[in-house]
């Protein structure tokens, strides 16, 4: 059977969700994925990115990632976001990559894609369920198919308990406060594996 496509597509201002993101894509690449790892847009000044040091840096690290477009979403049968919240929110960044892609949803080709979201917040109860289920109310409109960890592993536990998505918390040394790699590991794989599920439903 062809090789179920997973993209993976994040935002990320200081490194945090870039990680999470490859963590997921290392995942989805084991459960036996073709994966595309995938930043979004940045729409900052550029004279705020270069006033804050770690911006600055994640930006030139991940310089030579590829900026995830409607082609890549046409292209998965699977897709994990990662997103940091803004007020409870997701990040205007992967708002409006997400608000461009009318065009792919008026001719049909995001219904059933396989979805699942991950997140990042400065505080413990910072929004990060929030943003999540905000991510997810799009995806609900898409058609898609949602596929959250649940408590489906003890990974999830150790991570801080989300159902709804991995999630993790920044600490004031920029570094993540939470143990979530396992989780995230575990969360792409169950994407994938239901993404796969699906593929073999409709061959």
Not at 66 to 79: C, N, P, R, T, V
Not at 121 to 148: C, D, F, R
């Amino acid at each position: 059977m062809e090789k179920v496509k997973c993209a993976v597509i994040y935002y990320s201002m200081t490194g945090i969700n870039y990680q999470l993101a490859q963590w997921a894509a290392e995942s989805a690449k084991v459960a036996g994925a073709d994966v595309r790892l995938l930043k979004v847009r940045e729409l900052a000044p550029e004279s705020a990115i270069n006033n804050n040091p770690a911006w600055k840096a994640n930006t030139e690290a991940t310089k030579d990632i590829k900026e995830a477009g409607s082609d890549d979403l046409d292209w998965a049968d699977a897709i994990v976001f990662s997103v940091p919240t803004r007020f409870g929110n997701i990040a205007a960044q992967m708002k409006q990559f997400i608000d461009l892609q009318g065009g792919l949803w008026a001719q049909g080709k995001l219904m059933n894609k396989v979805v699942s979201g991950m997140s990042s917040a400065q505080n413990p109860h910072g929004g990060q369920e929030a943003t999540i289920k905000s991510l997810y109310t799009s995806m609900m409109h898409w058609g898609a198919i949602i596929v959250s960890p649940g408590y489906t592993d003890p990974s999830i536990f150790k991570a801080g308990g989300n159902p709804y998505g991995t999630s993790v918390t920044q600490g004031q040394d920029g570094k993540m406060v939470e143990d979530v790699k396992d989780a995230v590991f575990h969360q792409a794989k169950r994407t994938v594996e239901v993404a796969m599920w699906l593929k073999k439903g409709k061959v």
